[in-house]
Nanobody, 128 residues
C-alpha cells in the first residue's frame, strides 16, 4: 500500500519561507512520479510541482515558478517542497501525490487526475 505523509505546514508571514516534506515509506519514489498540489477554499486543486520517476524531470505551476523548488532525498525516501517569497495567494492545503507510472512527459501529466495516491494534506497559511 502506498503511503504518503506530509509535514512542515504552518503559519508564515508574507515574504517568508517554508519547507514541506512528504515521506514516502513503502515505495521507491525515484521510480514513481511524485507531485505537490494545493487547494485553497472555494478553488480547484492546483498543480504546484511534479517530478517524473526515472528521468526526474520537473515541472512547476506558473504561479510558483522561480519561488518554489521540488527536490527529493532518496536516502530518506522523502520529497521536499521549498517555498520562498510566500504571499497570501499561497495559502492552501498542500497535498503530496504519487503514481506508479513514471510520466516522463511530466509537464503534460502534472494534473491531479493522473495521480492515484494522495496524502492527507498539510495547511499552509501566509498571513501577517
Amino acid at each position: 500500500q502506498v503511503q504518503l505523509v506530509e509535514s512542515g505546514g504552518g503559519l508564515v508571514q508574507p515574504g517568508g519561507s517554508l519547507r514541506l516534506s512528504c515521506a514516502t515509506p513503502g515505495f521507491r519514489h525515484d521510480r514513481y512520479a511524485v507531485a505537490w498540489f494545493r487547494q485553497a477554499p472555494g478553488k480547484e486543486r492546483e498543480a504546484v510541482a511534479c517530478i517524473s520517476g526515472g528521468t526526474r524531470n520537473t515541472h512547476y505551476g506558473d504561479t510558483v515558478k522561480g519561488r518554489f523548488t521540488m527536490s527529493s532525498d532518496d536516502a530518506k525516501n522523502t520529497v521536499l517542497l521549498s517555498m520562498n517569497d510566500l504571499d497570501s495567494e499561497d495559502t492552501a492545503v498542500y497535498f503530496c501525490a504519487a503514481d506508479p507510472r513514471a510520466f516522463d512527459n511530466i509537464a503534460f501529466y502534472c494534473r491531479s487526475y493522473y495521480f492515484a495516491n494522495w496524502g492527507q494534506g498539510t495547511q499552509v497559511t501566509v498571513s501577517s
